[in-house]
């Protein structure tokens, strides 16, 4: 409850009325005046508490008559009344009723009762109420007060000594407390404090309010007590000590710096007092050396030896005043500074150097603190460096603590307080090295190095300086420091320095970032400047102070980082070196950034490992010149001493082979430090990031791990040497050492652009080191670098643009490494990076900015270059995979990536090929439609260029079948690819005019359009060409499909460039290489194909070629030709393309030629099409008409011919019923055509039946069968053109041709082929055609005009001679030629020179005697038929087969000749009859009788075989021709010339005299020897009766018109009645003598014939008129009788009954005797 509440009050009055009570009675008795006034006090108590409302208010203004009771009492000395009065004094207090004269006589009391030594507790606690409760003492009275408690501080009683140094301390508090309540109140107002002068008078201060001064000399006699002299205002004062001066100095400074800091007056005490006595006082501890003994020093202090509790105090006030008055005593500060500097050094005593470092660590953890030493001195000029001294100090002490110095010497080195542990490392040379007990055996953390075991304690909590050894303040004698304390509390210094340092210079930056960030780029104004001008200001101080820091930092964690054992205290020194680096990199200092991070490096690697990187990085940074040279990996190094806990062992990254290197867990804790450090500092790394990485790549290595799909790390196992050992702790590990190490690169796209720039860069630069260490050997790479160049591009995919020239400039050089996993990894990076790149979602997207589109697809054009397969295939699958996930989308990238997929080459082998080519397919097949149009012709270009390729013909016959595929594309999508290709050109137009340059563009003046197509036909022709049959075959074929199926599309210029450029260019190297082709026989390809032997020379192989390209080009020219006669040279082009044919048509392959030859026909279909728009449709001019492609078909041995009248009719049909009227004006051209085409068929077939001129040459070159009769079959269809200006001069060169094909003899070998077989008689195909040529001409001429008809006589002359190869086959040159009959046709030997075999000419000559006759029948009354003579010469021509007879080749020739003779004169003798007068048939009839005469009576004899059916036939035969005489001639004998008739009577006579008996003498002349002749001939009884009967019926006709007929007849009747005789003789003798023996059949056939003559003969003397016998015959008629009459007794049956015919007729002869005629006649 509250002091003034009415209860309180209340309580108060009764409580002192009580005491006063109290008092009264223990003084009643001995002290009555005591009494007294107790009674008198509490009248006085009652009457204020009567009178009053403020009854506290009136007690405190009574207050001195309140106390004096109580003071009497104490006075007494009564130890009772004196307790109960002080007791009542202390209510009194409490309440706050004393007044300012009241508590000076309590004061007064309390001395009083002090000096007596009563109450010594009693009095404390009631000097401690009486200030603490109010403000009233003051001045003197407080001083007494205070100088009391001093008193009672130095009593005898411990207790009392301890309670009086308590209540001092609060006590000053109190006064200090005052002040700062004093300042509170007096706040508000201003007042202007004079100047403060160097005050002399230091009792009082006058400018200072009462409890300032109070507290002010209170101050002042403190430091006056502590430099032991006298005090000016704490009057009284008996004795001090030094310590608790300190002390309560040090609480003062410490409680209260605001009063020393505000009011000057205390500030100059702490400058002119403070400082220079405790620089004072710490002259012994600066003096003094260990060792040097107790050296007296010049100080008056008492002490000369440094005395620990005054050191220890010093050094907390020391603290004090720096921690808070820095900023007054800069100059004094530095100097402490430098003090506690040296009171590190390694030769002051060991406590001292403990508090020493305690005091430091106090400082280190006052960041703020540090960044003004390094403000004040260390940016000042000529100012001592303090805060680098401080931590080069801490460094070098710990480095002195691992220094045992050798027993018993003194070590003489200094080490300088700035070294950086150069010294120290002397002496740890020079030292023998004192093994720590029991190191590495307990599990302590310590710290080890060299032999020193340090064990390391926990000596405070991070962040806080909590000292052991300066808070001792009730030792007197220096304590014993453990082993290690020191080197603990330092270490905690150092990372709290650090921590503090580093956390601190952070924040500031973020502040200053955020500024930034929220004022923006503001243009300075004027506001601006003075900010502006401090933070340069900031920046300068933290860079000074981090480079003031970090050699002594480093060389310190280095060195306890080497000698840590502990995992924590290596995570902690990580730490800071790390927060280190990272800070050095944000403030951009580079050398400091990368010591730190070098250490790091050098910390996860194996000791000594040889990493060039860090040590020619770090060699001028570096303090770790201890390691120890020249020794061989394996051996552990000291630094590392067996405590080490060994984890994984593996290779070492180098170019040279080495053993293998260990790992130890604090490798593995440096590299997660390190990992840590690029990952979350990654943008302040600058170029250390090559150490970084390195390093880690390094690590890597060693560990085993291998990159994986996208560049992450996964375990793997070396390939060779020794394998990685991993304990099972590590294995544990890697995966999450891989995966921070992917974490590390996948933040690397939160760096900006330059750190990222760095990253790359070193990335780059390490992957150059691998690459230089891959060459030349095929041990494994480090792929490290280049995995992660992978996984950075990955993630920063973004920003892609920024590192994408620097990334993928490197990987390239990686693909076109020797060592081949080493390029498989650069070009698996690449290729990813390019996917992902187009796989991405850019910001605009990729359709809309094409530069990066280019920029990402460009890496894929370059890796054409390189020249290993392997990246060339990756390629080509990444090309592919593009194509399959963002085909549609390639826009503007098309070029790029048909670039390259057309890059490749002969020499790259078909697996690339065949990839390559899928991802044409999928091009051709997919994408057309999406890319620009501009990009086609670069389709068509690649895929020619796989057309071309040699490796693997499917592919290039896939890749033809892919540009018709093309082709038909541009068909379908003809109008938008024409569109968007104009605009295009209109595009480029305009550039090129802009540049004043022509447009350069193949093929150009043709439209856009039409140069795609160009190009598409210019790369099918390059295939055409190809050296491969197979593709040149395709090829064609494709080309001329597409240009007949789309040439529609093109403008008629073009065609022009087609014509000439394509499709003649083609044919001139087609017919070059074909004439210059190879004959070897190629053997059989690829071990297992069959080359047939029509293919199996080189030759053959571009026969087909040209024969292919020879018949498209006709084509086109054939289903083109309204196009193409519209541009102006078509007749020219007409004449190259018939020279192309006749070229052919002459090579010597039958193939070709025959082709040639078809192409011509073909092109002689052209009708002079009618105008387009007539016309349906353009490709309908391709209909071929069936006729003509039938006979082209070689018939072979079964196929029945087709009959060549039948073609012809066929063709006249076809060109009568459809007349189509050329075009006005086009006729001419026409007929020019048309004639050049006869010359060139003229000319092929004057060269081609031209015979060879050598004789003996075997192999010279014959034309094929079916190349004639093509030859001659196009004669038809080209007659159809030129028939009108057809001439004899024509018709004679066709004659030549006509001859000389059908002379041409076939092979041996092919004639089974052509001929069906050597038995039946059938025209080849080539003889049909002949005939049919004629056949349309004779037809021609019989529908032309009168002035055609003088051609007859030529037809006829050339069918002649072919009728006579029916006898004389014709002479092919002078080759000798077998007839069919003996050609060996079933045993033709291989590979001999074949035979040649003249055909089966009859049936041909046969067949021209049939058509012969025929044209005769209809033209036998034509002028021209007679003039020319033409019967006589069809007479003259048939004497050869009639007169050979049975020598004909064939039987049927004679035969047919017979009858044809028979038709004709027919006809034929009418007609000469009629023209007799004309003399145009005079030479005809001597002929005619040969003819007859070599007929009948040929000198061929009959075949043995015959039958007597076939000889009686071929009597009849000879009959009919007899009965022709008979029914024909006899009967106009007048209108016959004389010679001709009596040449026939003879005949006639020989005919019917035909005998066997060699005594006939011919009277003939014709027939001289004919006798011998005949002695094989059967008799022909039948034809000599014919003969004889048309004999008489001519010699008894009374028509006789010249008296030699008559006598020609009466001889030829004389003879043979004389034969007659002799024969019947002579049979009549043999019969007799044959006795019973029959006679030879002959002889009994002759006189059958005998006999039946000489009846024929009776016949035809009843018959004639008497006048016109002769009487002679008669009488030789009668004559025989008899001799017949003596033939009666023969014995034949024949001869009887032919005797009894002859017989008969004699009757008529019987009758009377007339008697003897007047005039003497008998």
Same mark, same amino acid.
């Given at each position: 409850?509250?002091?003034?509440?009415?209860?309180?009050?209340?309580?108060?009055?009764?409580?002192?009325?009580?005491?006063?009570?109290?008092?009264s009675?223990?003084?009643?008795?001995?002290?009555?005046?005591?009494?007294?006034?107790a009674?008198? &006090?509490?009248?006085?108590?009652?009457?204020?508490?009567?009178?009053?409302?403020d009854?506290?208010?009136a007690?405190?203004?009574?207050s001195s008559?309140?106390?004096?009771?109580?003071?009497?009492?104490?006075?007494?000395?009564?130890?009772?009344i004196?307790?109960?009065?002080?007791?009542?004094i202390?209510r009194?207090m409490?309440?706050e009723?004393?007044?300012?004269?009241?508590?000076?006589n309590?004061?007064?009391?309390?001395?009083?009762?002090?000096?007596?030594?009563l109450?010594?507790?009693?009095?404390?606690q009631?000097?401690?109420v009486?200030?603490?409760?109010?403000?009233?003492?003051?001045?003197?009275?407080?001083?007494?007060?205070?100088?009391?408690?001093f008193?009672?501080?130095?009593?005898?009683?411990?207790i009392?000594?301890?309670t009086?140094?308590?209540?001092?301390?609060?006590?000053?508090t109190?006064?200090?407390?005052?002040?700062?309540?004093?300042?509170?109140?007096?706040?508000?107002?201003?007042?202007?404090?004079p100047?403060?002068? &160097?005050?002399?008078n230091?009792r009082?201060?006058?400018?200072?309010r009462?409890?300032?001064?109070d507290?002010?000399?209170?101050?002042?006699?403190?430091c006056q007590l502590?430099?032991?002299?006298?005090?000016?205002?704490?009057?009284?004062?008996?004795?001090?000590t030094?310590?608790f001066?300190?002390e309560?100095?040090?609480?003062?400074?410490?409680?209260?710096?605001?009063?020393f800091?505000?009011?000057?007056?205390?500030?100059?005490?702490?400058?002119?007092?403070?400082?220079p006595?405790?620089?004072?006082?710490?002259?012994?501890?600066?003096?003094?050396?260990?060792?040097?003994?107790?050296?007296?020093?010049?100080?008056?202090?008492?002490?000369?030896?440094?005395?620990?509790?005054i050191?220890?105090?010093?050094?907390?006030?020391?603290?004090?005043?720096?921690?808070?008055?820095?900023?007054?005593?800069v100059?004094?500060?530095?100097?402490?500074?430098?003090l506690?500097?040296?009171?590190?050094?390694?030769?002051?005593p060991q406590?001292?150097?403990?508090?020493?470092?305690?005091?430091?660590?106090?400082?280190?953890?006052?960041?703020?603190l540090?960044?003004?030493?390094?403000?004040?001195y260390?940016?000042?000029?000529?100012?001592?460096?303090?805060?680098?001294?401080?931590?080069?100090?801490?460094?070098?002490?710990?480095?002195?603590?691992f220094i045992?110095?050798?027993?018993?010497?003194?070590?003489? +080195?200094? @080490?300088?307080?700035?070294?950086?542990g150069?010294?120290?490392?002397?002496?740890?040379q020079?030292?023998?090295g004192?093994?720590?007990?029991?190191g590495?055996?307990?599990?302590?953390?310590?710290f080890?190095y060299?032999?020193t075991?340090i064990?390391?304690?926990?000596v405070?909590?991070?962040?806080?300086?909590?000292?052991?050894?300066?808070?001792m303040?009730?030792?007197?004698?220096?304590?014993?420091?453990?082993?290690?304390?020191?080197?603990s509390?330092?270490?905690?210094?150092?990372?709290?320095?650090?921590r503090?340092?580093?956390?601190?210079i952070?924040?500031?930056?973020?502040?200053?970032?955020e500024?930034?960030?929220r004022? &923006?780029?503001?243009?300075?104004?004027?506001?601006?400047?003075?900010?502006?001008?401090?933070?340069?200001?900031?920046?300068?101080?933290?860079?000074?102070?981090v480079?003031a820091?970090?050699?002594?930092?480093?060389?310190?964690?280095?060195?306890l980082?080497?000698?840590?054992?502990?995992?924590?205290?290596t995570?902690?020194?990580?730490?800071?070196?790390?927060?280190?680096a990272?800070?050095?990199?944000?403030?951009g200092?580079? @050398?400091?950034?990368?010591a730190?991070?070098?250490a790091?490096?050098?910390?996860s690697?194996?000791?000594? =490992?040889?990493?060039?990187?860090?040590y020619?990085?770090?060699?001028?940074l570096?303090?770790k010149?201890?390691?120890?040279?020249?020794?061989?990996?394996q051996i552990?190094?000291?630094?590392?001493?067996?405590?080490q806990?060994?984890?994984?062992?593996?290779?070492?990254l180098?170019?040279?082979?080495q053993? +293998?290197?260990?790992?130890?867990?604090k490798?593995?804790q440096?590299?997660r430090?390190l990992?840590?450090l690029?990952?979350?500092?990654?943008?302040v790394?600058?170029?250390?990031?090559?150490?970084?990485?390195?390093t880690?790549?390094?690590?890597?290595?060693?560990?085993g791990?291998?990159?994986?799909?996208?560049g992450?790390?996964?375990?793997? *196992?070396?390939?060779?040497?020794?394998?990685?050992?991993l304990?099972?702790?590590?294995?544990t590990?890697?995966?999450v050492?891989?995966?921070?190490?992917?974490?590390?690169?996948?933040s690397?796209q939160?760096?900006d652009?330059?750190?990222?720039h760095?990253?790359?860069?070193?990335?780059?630069?390490l992957?150059?080191?691998?690459?230089?260490?891959? =060459?030349?050997t095929?041990?494994?790479?480090?792929?490290?670098?280049?995995?992660?160049?992978?996984?950075?591009?990955?993630?920063?995919?973004?920003?892609?643009?920024?590192?994408?020239?620097?990334?993928?400039?490197?990987l390239?050089?990686?693909?076109q490494?020797?060592n081949?996993?080493?390029?498989?990894?650069?070009?698996?990076?690449i290729?990813?990076?390019?996917?992902?790149?187009?796989? =991405?979602?850019?910001?605009?997207?990729?359709?809309?900015?094409q530069?990066?589109h280019?920029?990402?697809?460009?890496?894929?054009?370059?890796?054409?270059?390189?020249?290993?397969?392997?990246?060339?295939?990756?390629q080509?699958?990444?090309?592919?995979q593009?194509?399959?996930?963002?085909?549609?989308?390639l826009?503007?990238?098309?070029?790029?990536v048909?670039?390259?997929?057309?890059?490749?080459?002969?020499?790259?082998?078909?697996?690339?090929i065949?990839?390559?080519?899928?991802?044409?397919?999928?091009?051709?097949?997919d994408?057309?439609?999406?890319m620009?149009?501009?990009?086609?012709?670069?389709?068509?270009?690649v895929?020619?260029?796989?057309?071309?390729?040699?490796?693997?013909l499917?592919?290039?016959? @896939?890749?033809?079948g892919?540009?018709w595929?093309?082709?038909?594309?541009?068909?379908?999508r003809?109008?938008?690819?024409?569109?968007?290709?104009?605009?295009?050109?209109?595009i480029?137009?305009?550039q090129?005019?802009?540049k004043?340059?022509?447009?350069n563009r193949?093929?150009?003046p043709?439209?856009?359009?039409?140069?795609?197509?160009?190009?598409?036909?210019?790369?099918?022709?390059?295939l055409?060409?190809?050296?491969?049959?197979?593709?040149r075959?395709?090829?064609?074929q494709?080309?001329?499909?597409?240009?007949?199926?789309?040439?529609?599309?093109?403008?008629q210029?073009?065609?022009?460039i087609?014509v000439?450029?394509?499709?003649?260019?083609?044919?001139?190297?087609?017919?070059?290489?074909?004439?210059?082709?190879?004959?070897?026989k190629?053997?059989?390809?690829?071990?297992?194909?069959?080359?047939?032997?029509?293919?199996d020379?080189?030759?053959?192989?571009?026969a087909?070629?040209?024969?292919?390209?020879?018949?498209?080009?006709?084509?086109?020219?054939?289903?083109?030709? =309204?196009?193409?006669q519209?541009?102006g040279?078509?007749?020219?082009?007409?004449?190259?393309l018939?020279?192309h044919?006749q070229?052919?048509?002459?090579?010597?392959?039958?193939e070709?030629?025959l082709?040639?030859?078809?192409?011509?026909?073909?092109?002689?279909?052209?009708?002079?099409?009618?105008?387009?728009s007539?016309k349906?449709? @353009?490709l309908?001019?391709?209909d071929?008409?069936?006729?003509?492609?039938?006979?082209l078909?070689?018939?072979?041995?079964?196929?029945?011919?087709?009959?060549?009248?039948?073609?012809?009719? *066929?063709?006249?049909?076809?060109?009568?019923?459809?007349?189509?009227?050329?075009?006005?004006?086009?006729?001419?051209?026409?007929?020019?055509?048309?004639w050049s085409a006869?010359s060139?068929?003229?000319?092929?077939?004057?060269?081609?039946?031209?015979?060879?001129?050598?004789?003996?040459?075997?192999?010279?070159?014959?034309?094929?069968?079916?190349?004639?009769t093509?030859?001659?079959?196009?004669?038809?269809?080209?007659y159809q053109?030129?028939?009108t200006?057809f001439?004899?001069?024509?018709?004679?060169k066709l004659?030549?041709?006509?001859?000389?094909?059908?002379?041409?003899?076939?092979?041996?070998?092919?004639?089974?082929?052509i001929?069906?077989s050597?038995?039946?008689?059938?025209?080849?195909?080539?003889?049909?055609a002949?005939?049919?040529?004629?056949?349309?001409?004779?037809?021609a001429?019989?529908?032309g005009?009168?002035?055609?008809?003088?051609?007859?006589?030529?037809?006829?002359?050339?069918?002649?001679?072919?009728?006579?190869?029916?006898?004389?086959?014709?002479?092919?040159?002078?080759?000798?030629?077998?007839?069919?009959?003996?050609?060996k046709?079933?045993?033709?030997?291989?590979?001999?020179?074949?035979?040649?075999?003249a055909?089966?000419?009859?049936?041909?000559?046969?067949?021209?005697?049939?058509?012969?006759?025929?044209?005769?029948?209809?033209?036998?009354?034509h002028?021209?038929?007679?003039?020319?003579?033409?019967l006589?010469?069809?007479?003259?021509?048939?004497?050869?087969?009639l007169?050979?007879?049975?020598?004909?080749?064939?039987?049927?020739?004679?035969?047919?000749?017979v009858?044809?003779?028979?038709?004709?004169?027919?006809?034929?003798?009418?007609?000469?009859r009629?023209q007799?007068?004309?003399?145009?048939?005079?030479?005809?009839?001597?002929?005619?009788?040969?003819?007859?005469?070599?007929?009948?009576?040929?000198?061929?004899?009959?075949p043995d075989?015959?039958?007597?059916?076939?000889?009686?036939?071929?009597?009849?035969?000879?009959?009919?021709?007899v009965?022709?005489i008979?029914?024909?001639?006899?009967?106009?004998?007048?209108?016959?010339p004389?010679?001709?008739?009596?040449?026939?009577?003879a005949?006639?006579?020989?005919?019917?005299?035909h005998?066997?008996s060699?005594?006939?003498?011919?009277?003939?002349?014709y027939?001289?020897?004919?006798?011998?002749?005949?002695?094989?001939?059967r008799?022909?009884?039948?034809?000599?009766?014919?003969?004889?009967?048309?004999?008489?019926?001519?010699?008894?006709?009374?028509?006789v018109?010249?008296?030699q007929?008559?006598?020609?007849?009466?001889?030829a009747?004389?003879?043979?009645?004389?034969?007659?005789?002799?024969?019947l003789?002579?049979y009549?003798?043999?019969e007799?003598l044959s006795?019973?023996?029959?006679?030879?059949?002959?002889?009994?056939?002759?006189?059958?014939?005998v006999?039946k003559?000489?009846?024929?003969?009776?016949?035809?003397?009843?018959?004639?008129q008497?006048?016109?016998?002769? &009487?002679?015959?008669?009488a030789q008629v009668?004559?025989?009788?008899p001799?017949?009459?003596?033939c009666?007794?023969?014995?034949?049956?024949?001869?009887s009954?032919?005797?009894?015919?002859a017989?008969?007729?004699?009757?008529?002869?019987?009758?009377?005797?007339v008697?003897?005629?007047?005039?003497?006649?008998?």
């Amino acid at each position: 409850m509250s002091t003034t509440s009415p209860e309180a009050v209340k309580k108060l009055l009764e409580n002192m009325q009580t005491d006063l009570r109290s008092l009264s009675m223990e003084c009643k008795k001995k002290f009555p005046p005591v009494k007294e006034a107790a009674e008198s &006090g509490i009248v006085k108590i009652k009457t204020i508490a009567a009178r009053n409302t403020d009854i506290l208010t009136a007690l405190k203004e009574n207050s001195s008559e309140v106390v004096q009771p109580f003071l009497m009492g104490c006075g007494t000395k009564e130890p009772k009344i004196t307790q109960l009065c002080l007791a009542a004094i202390q209510r009194l207090m409490s309440h706050e009723v004393v007044s300012e004269a009241a508590a000076g006589n309590i004061i007064n009391m309390l001395w009083q009762l002090m000096e007596n030594g009563l109450e010594e507790l009693k009095l404390l606690q009631t000097v401690l109420v009486l200030l603490t409760t109010n403000t009233v003492v003051h001045d003197e009275v407080l001083s007494k007060a205070i100088v009391l408690c001093f008193r009672l501080h130095f009593t005898k009683d411990n207790i009392t000594n301890n309670t009086a140094a308590a209540t001092v301390r609060q006590v000053v508090t109190v006064v200090f407390e005052r002040m700062v309540a004093e300042d509170e109140r007096f706040k508000g107002m201003a007042e202007q404090p004079p100047a403060i002068q &160097g005050n002399s008078n230091r009792r009082s201060v006058s400018t200072l309010r009462p409890s300032a001064k109070d507290a002010y000399m209170l101050f002042q006699d403190l430091c006056q007590l502590v430099n032991a002299d006298a005090p000016y205002w704490l009057v009284g004062m008996t004795e001090m000590t030094r310590t608790f001066g300190l002390e309560l100095l040090e609480s003062v400074l410490n409680d209260f710096p605001g009063v020393f800091l505000q009011h000057q007056e205390f500030s100059f005490l702490l400058k002119e007092r403070v400082c220079p006595l405790v620089i004072k006082l710490f002259s012994p501890n600066i003096k003094f050396r260990q060792g040097s003994g107790s050296g007296s020093s010049a100080s008056p202090a008492p002490v000369e030896k440094p005395y620990f509790p005054i050191c220890m105090r010093l050094l907390r006030v020391v603290s004090v005043l720096i921690k808070h008055f820095y900023s007054l005593l800069v100059t004094e500060c530095e100097i402490f500074l430098s003090l506690l500097v040296k009171f590190l050094d390694g030769e002051k005593p060991q406590w001292l150097r403990a508090v020493a470092v305690e005091s430091v660590h106090r400082l280190c953890v006052q960041p703020h603190l540090l960044r003004s030493f390094c403000q004040s001195y260390d940016m000042k000029q000529h100012s001592t460096k303090v805060f680098r001294d401080i931590v080069n100090a801490l460094g070098s002490f710990i480095q002195s603590l691992f220094i045992v110095p050798s027993v018993g010497s003194v070590s003489s +080195t200094n @080490t300088p307080a700035g070294g950086s542990g150069s010294g120290a490392q002397a002496s740890a040379q020079s030292g023998v090295g004192v093994v720590g007990t029991g190191g590495g055996l307990t599990t302590q953390a310590a710290f080890e190095y060299r032999g020193t075991w340090i064990p390391l304690m926990t000596v405070s909590v991070q962040g806080s300086a909590k000292a052991t050894y300066l808070e001792m303040l009730d030792k007197v004698e220096p304590p014993s420091i453990p082993e290690g304390y020191a080197m603990s509390v330092a270490f905690s210094a150092l990372l709290d320095l650090v921590r503090g340092i580093t956390s601190m210079i952070e924040r500031e930056l973020a502040k200053e970032e955020e500024a930034v960030a929220r004022g &923006g780029p503001e243009p300075i104004g004027p506001a601006h400047t003075d900010t502006l001008l401090q933070e340069p200001q900031a920046q300068q101080v933290w860079e000074e102070m981090v480079n003031a820091c970090w050699c002594g930092l480093l060389a310190a964690l280095s060195l306890l980082l080497d000698a840590s054992t502990d995992e924590t205290a290596t995570e902690n020194i990580l730490k800071a070196e790390l927060t280190m680096a990272s800070l050095c990199g944000r403030l951009g200092l580079v @050398t400091p950034r990368d010591a730190f991070i070098t250490a790091i490096c050098k910390a996860s690697l194996p000791p000594h =490992y040889a990493l060039t990187a860090l040590y020619s990085n770090a060699a001028n940074l570096s303090n770790k010149t201890y390691s120890i040279q020249g020794q061989n990996v394996q051996i552990i190094s000291p630094s590392s001493e067996s405590h080490q806990h060994v984890v994984a062992m593996g290779q070492p990254l180098t170019s040279q082979p080495q053993g +293998t290197v260990v790992l130890t867990a604090k490798n593995i804790q440096c590299m997660r430090t390190l990992l840590n450090l690029a990952h979350c500092h990654g943008a302040v790394l600058g170029t250390s990031w090559q150490l970084v990485l390195a390093t880690l790549q390094h690590l890597v290595w060693i560990l085993g791990l291998k990159p994986g799909v996208g560049g992450g790390l996964k375990p793997g *196992r070396a390939v060779e040497g020794p394998s990685t050992v991993l304990t099972t702790a590590v294995m544990t590990d890697l995966p999450v050492i891989s995966n921070i190490l992917s974490r590390l690169f996948e933040s690397s796209q939160y760096l900006d652009d330059v750190s990222l720039h760095h990253l790359i860069n070193a990335l780059c630069s390490l992957s150059m080191e691998a690459m230089e260490m891959a =060459y030349g050997t095929n041990k494994e790479p480090s792929l490290f670098a280049v995995a992660k160049l992978l996984e950075t591009g990955l993630v920063n995919m973004d920003r892609i643009e920024i590192l994408w020239r620097p990334l993928t400039a490197h990987l390239l050089e990686v693909c076109q490494h020797p060592n081949a996993r080493m390029r498989e990894w650069g070009a698996e990076a690449i290729t990813s990076l390019i996917k992902a790149g187009l796989a =991405y979602k850019h910001d605009p997207p990729l359709s809309q900015n094409q530069r990066l589109h280019l920029l990402l697809l460009n890496p894929l054009k370059e890796l054409s270059n390189v020249l290993h397969a392997d990246i060339r295939q990756k390629q080509l699958e990444c090309v592919l995979q593009v194509l399959q996930s963002q085909g549609d989308s390639l826009g503007p990238g098309w070029p790029l990536v048909l670039g390259v997929i057309g890059a490749i080459r002969n020499d790259q082998g078909e697996s690339l090929i065949r990839t390559a080519f899928q991802c044409l397919q999928l091009v051709v097949t997919d994408f057309l439609p999406t890319m620009p149009c501009t990009c086609l012709q670069i389709v068509v270009d690649v895929a020619g260029s796989f057309g071309l390729q040699n490796q693997e013909l499917n592919i290039s016959l @896939t890749s033809i079948g892919l540009l018709w595929n093309i082709s038909d594309y541009f068909f379908q999508r003809a109008e938008i690819i024409t569109e968007e290709l104009e605009k295009e050109e209109a595009i480029l137009l305009q550039q090129a005019c802009d540049k004043g340059e022509t447009l350069n563009r193949p093929f150009h003046p043709a439209p856009p359009f039409d140069c795609l197509w160009l190009c598409l036909y210019a790369k099918l022709g390059e295939l055409c060409v190809d050296p491969r049959p197979a593709v040149r075959k395709s090829a064609g074929q494709t080309m001329f499909s597409t240009i007949a199926a789309h040439g529609t599309l093109l403008q008629q210029p073009t065609w022009h460039i087609v014509v000439w450029k394509v499709l003649f260019h083609l044919l001139n190297c087609v017919r070059k290489s074909s004439t210059t082709a190879d004959k070897e026989k190629i053997e059989s390809g690829g071990g297992n194909i069959l080359i047939h032997h029509s293919r199996d020379t080189a030759e053959k192989q571009w026969a087909e070629t040209w024969v292919l390209t020879l018949a498209g080009v006709a084509r086109i020219f054939n289903t083109r030709k =309204y196009l193409l006669q519209q541009l102006g040279d078509f007749f020219k082009a007409w004449e190259v393309l018939l020279d192309h044919i006749q070229s052919a048509a002459l090579s010597k392959n039958n193939e070709v030629s025959l082709a040639a030859l078809k192409s011509f026909q073909e092109i002689l279909q052209l009708v002079t099409p009618v105008k387009d728009s007539d016309k349906p449709d @353009t490709l309908g001019a391709m209909d071929i008409p069936p006729v003509l492609m039938e006979p082209l078909t070689a018939p072979g041995p079964g196929r029945p011919l087709p009959r060549s009248d039948s073609l012809a009719e *066929r063709l006249a049909q076809r060109y009568s019923t459809q007349p189509q009227l050329p075009p006005p004006g086009e006729e001419q051209d026409d007929s020019a055509l048309w004639w050049s085409a006869w010359s060139t068929w003229y000319r092929t077939g004057t060269e081609c039946t031209r015979p060879p001129s050598g004789g003996g040459d075997k192999l010279a070159f014959v034309p094929s069968q079916p190349f004639l009769t093509a030859l001659i079959q196009i004669f038809p269809a080209l007659y159809q053109h030129i028939a009108t200006g057809f001439s004899m001069d024509d018709l004679r060169k066709l004659g030549i041709i006509l001859h000389g094909a059908v002379s041409v003899p076939i092979s041996s070998d092919a004639s089974p082929f052509i001929l069906p077989s050597y038995t039946e008689a059938v025209l080849t195909s080539l003889q049909e055609a002949v005939l049919t040529a004629l056949d349309v001409l004779q037809k021609a001429i019989c529908v032309g005009p009168e002035t055609l008809q003088v051609m007859y006589p030529a037809i006829f002359e050339q069918l002649l001679q072919f009728v006579e190869f029916s006898c004389k086959p014709p002479q092919y040159g002078k080759m000798e030629t077998k007839h069919v009959a003996n050609a060996k046709y079933n045993q033709i030997q291989l590979f001999a020179p074949a035979e040649w075999v003249a055909l089966n000419y009859v049936p041909f000559a046969e067949r021209s005697l049939e058509v012969v006759v025929d044209l005769y029948q209809k033209t036998a009354c034509h002028k021209a038929v007679i003039a020319e003579k033409v019967l006589q010469n069809i007479i003259k021509t048939l004497r050869v087969p009639l007169g050979l007879k049975y020598a004909c080749p064939a039987e049927s020739t004679w035969k047919l000749a017979v009858s044809s003779l028979l038709k004709v004169l027919s006809i034929g003798l009418p007609v000469a009859r009629q023209q007799a007068s004309s003399g145009k048939f005079d030479t005809m009839w001597p002929k005619l009788a040969h003819a007859f005469e070599d007929f009948l009576f040929t000198k061929s004899t009959p075949p043995d075989n015959l039958s007597i059916q076939e000889f009686q036939k071929n009597e009849a035969i000879d009959v009919e021709v007899v009965q022709l005489i008979s029914t024909e001639i006899l009967p106009y004998a007048n209108f016959i010339p004389k010679e001709f008739v009596g040449q026939i009577m003879a005949m006639l006579n020989k005919g019917s005299i035909h005998s066997q008996s060699s005594s006939f003498t011919v009277i003939s002349s014709y027939s001289a020897t004919l006798a011998e002749a005949e002695i094989d001939i059967r008799m022909r009884e039948e034809f000599s009766k014919v003969c004889f009967e048309t004999l008489l019926q001519f010699s008894f006709s009374n028509k006789v018109s010249t008296p030699q007929e008559g006598y020609i007849s009466r001889m030829a009747l004389a003879v043979l009645l004389q034969r007659a005789q002799e024969v019947l003789h002579r049979y009549v003798e043999d019969e007799r003598l044959s006795g019973r023996c029959p006679l030879p059949r002959q002889q009994v056939t002759e006189i059958i014939f005998v006999l039946k003559a000489v009846s024929t003969l009776m016949d035809s003397l009843k018959k004639t008129q008497p006048e016109n016998v002769d &009487g002679n015959t008669w009488a030789q008629v009668i004559a025989l009788y008899p001799t017949l009459v003596e033939c009666i007794t023969c014995s034949s049956a024949e001869v009887s009954s032919a005797l009894k015919e002859a017989l008969g007729p004699f009757k008529d002869l019987m009758q009377p005797p007339v008697s003897k005629v007047q005039n003497g006649e008998s």
